[in-house]
């Protein structure tokens, strides 16, 4: 009841002239477009004369040989595909049955909400820490696995030998645990924001606990676990630091996950405060390539969410 | 607030003040000196406390780049400067031979105390063509050693560095195979093997890998007590790395004109093969004649006083001749 309040109306007649709040909104938000549009601006310029030069084979080139201006991405493309994908295949379902299991009362709230505390602090660990953790503790697990696994499960072209410490299935399982956080978090609030209602009709028809779970509650929530899934592999693609320092940086290709790969951003972290001339454009043109892919997957996921929220639209 | 705290305050402002005044001296470069210029800088201040420096460890390219901007008031680099480089700094340039280091092959084989590799295996690991320890080429140059039967897991660095840079220099000397599949520069492509970030992204490699081997700084690889290789020399000797026959091939280098030498393939029999200079970039004129006299008297405290630091931290000090030569170009400095 706002007509009975004096503060209200005081309030009020503050508010006359130009809407300050409304132009301050405005000026940030307007800065934050025209930010993104500069880096950009300056990537593509950064890159031009590479551009110019190696055009789109630049993309499929395999070779990357500072000294012999010769520069092309393709082994860092597939690689920051390959490693990220590898780590949302792994985090994928480790994180949707922690969600599930934060979201139901299978144990009391106070145990619930320290699980929930323990996997958000994961977040918060420095990139650089994760890649000192994964030299000193992934990487020997990793290479044991490797030196078994080229012997038992020779054939298989993604175990094959030799067996190395720093290799993609290192970074990938480094990646799967920093983002298992965003995969969670996003997760769980998108399965408590169920409405009760829903959990209540399946129940009152006679679904189990499961039934009602993977019937009703999943997939009302599954926009809010596809947008988490892409956050995730945003955030995977443009991982920096743990990749450059886990990952072996090469660019060799290769089907073994035991071999060392390169990503995009492994790449520019590692060859940018050295590199000049060509080397710097030919950076700029690979930073612009992620640039490229991660907006491609923010828009694919943006679509993905809306058919998804189209879908379950009726039973919200 | 009581009036007892605002004269507290004031002193502290006043000491504030005081501090802005002393003499600023910031760099930036190498990030392989580093260690020992910051720790010239601190020293250097307990005995001038009116002057204070700042050395960034942003590599040598990026030192390259900032002092050609002007942003710093002196650069380095372990690959000094191009002519074509020093062309475009409008104030001239003048490089000074500041320090020196050797670069090891470190490698992990236990039960192997001493190893010696020939040059045929130092370019032949590099460039995939020798992938096993009992390789006959290495085995003949190691008699009495028993060497495994294990595949050889190398590392390099995976970041741009004036340590490759080295390497791949001294590599091509010796090398034809090498200079034509892979050359020289500060960050090249090896055929083989797994790229650690930085020094210590190397070192781990090694440490963690039984067979492997890398390339890195004698400072670091005695400062993390890793097994480095005795290297064949251009006599045909195997040279063990050490301050001793840094030292040596320091002392056979000739020194042109403008103090930039690489003892790329050193020949007298004591020599360590791969050594090199790292270098102060300095402008030839400063507008500022305060900093400027500051810089000449810090840059002298290194060459002289500053040596002396050199060798518990891993570095080869300057043989006095280069000292000398390091001196007069310091004085042509306006």
Redesign the interface.
């Known amino acids: 009841m706002p007509e009975n309040n004096p503060d209200s109306r005081a309030i009020a007649e503050v508010r006359v002239g130009p809407d300050l709040f409304h132009v301050l909104c405005w000026v940030a938000s307007a800065a934050a477009v025209a930010t993104l549009g500069w880096i950009v601006y300056e990537i593509v310029s950064g890159a031009w004369p590479a551009i110019q030069k190696f055009g789109f084979g630049f993309l499929t080139s395999s ?6 201006e010769n520069f092309g991405v393709f082994p860092f493309i597939v690689g920051t595909a390959v490693s990220s994908l590898i780590a949302i295949l792994l985090a994928f379902p480790l994180g949707l049955a922690i969600a599930i299991f934060l979201s139901e009362n299978f144990l009391p709230l106070p145990v619930r909400q320290f699980v929930r505390f323990v996997i958000e602090m994961l977040a918060a660990i420095p990139s650089v820490v994760y890649g000192l953790w994964g ?1 000193f503790v992934v ?2 697990i990793i ?1 044991a696995f490797g030196d078994w696994a080229v012997v038992h499960l020779k054939g298989i072209p993604l175990f094959e030998g ?1 067996a ?3 290799s993609m299935l290192t970074a990938s399982v480094v990646l799967a645990l920093m983002i298992l956080p965003t995969l969670t978090a996003i997760s769980r609030n998108a399965l408590t924001a169920v409405p009760k209602t829903l959990r209540e009709g399946a129940y009152a028809l006679g679904a189990t606990r499961w039934e009602a779970i993977l019937g009703v509650i999943l997939p009302t929530a599954a926009p809010g676990v596809v947008a988490a899934t892409i956050l995730a592999l945003g955030r995977a693609m443009g991982e920096t630091m743990a990749v ?2 886990l990952i ?5 290709l290769s089907w073994s996950l035991l071999s ?1 790969g390169g990503t995009l951003a ?1 790449l520019l ?3 940018f ?4 001339g060509l ?1 710097v454009n030919s950076l700029m043109f690979a930073a612009l390539i992620l640039v490229v892919i991660t907006l491609f997957v923010n828009v694919a996921g943006e679509l993905v969410l809306r058919y998804t929220q189209n879908q379950t639209a009726g039973i919200r | 607030m009581k009036p007892a705290s605002y004269l507290l305050l004031g002193a502290a402002l006043l000491g504030l003040s005081s501090t802005t005044q002393a003499q600023q001296l910031s760099g930036a470069g190498a990030s392989f000196p580093a260690p020992l210029y910051q720790r010239w800088g601190v020293e250097y201040n307990k005995v001038n406390p009116g002057v204070q420096v700042n050395y960034q460890s942003v590599g040598s390219g990026a030192g390259v780049k900032n002092f050609t901007a002007g942003i710093v008031d002196f650069g380095a680099s372990d690959a000094a400067m191009s002519d074509a480089e020093i062309a475009k700094v409008a104030n001239g340039v003048v490089m000074i031979p500041a320090t020196a280091g050797e670069v090891v092959y470190a490698y992990n084989l236990p039960g192997v105390k001493s190893l010696n590799l020939p040059r045929e295996a130092m370019a032949g690991i590099y460039l995939g063509t020798i992938t096993k320890w009992n390789d006959p080429v290495i085995a003949k140059a190691n008699e009495g050693v028993t060497l495994p039967d294990l595949p050889i897991q190398v590392a390099s660095r995976s970041d741009g560095s004036g340590t490759t840079y080295i390497f791949t220099q001294h590599l091509s000397a010796i090398s034809k195979e090498f200079a034509d599949k892979i050359g020289t520069d500060k960050s090249v492509t090896f055929p083989v093997g797994v790229g650690g970030k930085g020094n210590d992204g190397v070192t781990a490699l090694i440490k963690q890998s039984p067979g492997a081997i890398g390339y890195v700084e004698y400072g670091y690889a005695k400062l993390n007590g890793l097994a480095m290789a005795n290297l064949e020399n251009k006599a045909g000797k195997f040279i063990a790395p050490g301050g001793e026959s840094g030292a040596a091939t320091l002392a056979n280098v000739v020194m042109p004109e403008n103090l930039r030498v690489w003892p790329v393939d050193p020949e007298g029999a004591g020599d360590y093969p791969i050594a090199s200079f790292t270098w102060l970039l300095l402008y030839k004129k400063y507008d500022d004649a305060a900093k400027l006299k500051a810089l000449k008297d810090f840059v002298t405290y290194g060459l002289t006083t500053g040596q002396g630091f050199a060798d518990e931290l891993g570095y080869i000090p300057l043989p006095a001749p280069v000292v000398d030569k390091a001196k007069a170009a310091l004085a042509t400095i306006e």
């Open positions: 070779s990357w040989v500072p000294n012999r030299i990487i020997p290479k030799p190395y410490g720093n450059a320092m072996g940086n090469s660019s060799r060392p492994g972290a590692n060859q405060g050295e590199a000049d080397q």
